[in-house]
């Protein structure tokens, strides 16, 4: 599902296989078990975490065959979102999305909540799929959204126009930072990205907590219980 290395003061958490990676409950598990081990790997020094993934595919998004296979299915899958994207904010490092191919949906959120996002420009589209699936997008993930991208014209045109974005479109419209020639690229500018910022020798939890504050209102809606360690009472329709 995916990997963890640890490439000097880097962690690199890679989706891995030639699949869609699809949001569901294994593949979100398996991703904040990766956070989980790099929250608790004692260190000296300041790290940085890149995420990317193999094939294609960064993320298609939900794994909506699975979730429609029992009503309950698509609360929990996007209740174990919301539970990463928790997960992201509040950890102790900066955080780079390395998007290697097509990334839409609930995929799409998952860049978002990384600090900085890159995306290759020779394949891939930036998607967001709701509007042309006839799904309703809760109002957590617009806050996300608000957060990072500041130019409502741009949003418009993800949300209510359902556009598929390129990377160069993407990065005129303020929505991730750079786009690249090729994966290959991409990884290795993520990876000069992270050694940049982790020469600045931040600390960590400092640094969470100041991510923190930018998106309070993001963490405000996530219908997460920080003192139970879940989420409760969510009425996400996603």
């Given amino acids: 599902m995916c990997t963890l ?10 989706l891995t296989g030639s699949g869609e990676h699809r949001l569901n409950p294994t593949l979100i598990d398996a991703i904040q078990s990766a956070l989980r081990r790099v929250k608790a790997e004692p260190t000296t020094s300041s790290s940085a975490l890149i995420t990317t993934a193999q094939g294609k595919f960064f993320s298609n998004g939900f794994d ?12 929990l899958m ?3 979102l919301q539970s990463l994207i928790h997960d992201l904010i509040t950890l102790p490092m900066p955080s780079i999305a390395a ?8 995929g799409v959120f998952l860049a978002l909540s990384h600090d ?7 394949r ?82 400092v640094y969470a907590q100041n991510r923190m504050v930018i998106l309070r209102e993001v ?7 920080e003192t139970g360690g879940g989420i409760t009472n969510t009425k996400s329709k996603l």
């Fill in 219 to 225: 963490l405000d809606k996530l219908e997460f219980d």
């Fill in 5 to 14: 290395e640890k490439r000097g003061s880097l962690y690199i958490l890679t």
């Fill in 99 to 106: 998007i290697s191919g097509h990334v839409s949906a609930a």
């Fill in 124 to 205: 891939g589209f930036l998607y967001m799929s709701e509007l042309d699936i006839g799904m309703t997008i809760p109002a957590v993930y617009i806050a996300l959204l608000e957060s990072k991208i500041g130019e409502p014209m741009a949003r418009r045109q993800m949300l209510l126009r359902a556009a598929k974005l390129t990377a160069k479109e993407a990065v005129e419209r303020g929505i991730i930072d750079a786009a690249y020639d090729s994966v290959d690229e991409t990884i290795r500018a993520a990876v000069e990205l992270g050694e940049e910022l982790v020469k600045r020798k931040w600390d960590g939890h």
């Fill in 78 to 80: 996007s209740q174990k």
């Fill in 64 to 75: 909506l065959a699975w979730a429609q296979s029992i009503q309950s299915n698509l609360l």
């Fill in 116 to 122: 900085y996002v890159l995306m290759r420009k020779d």
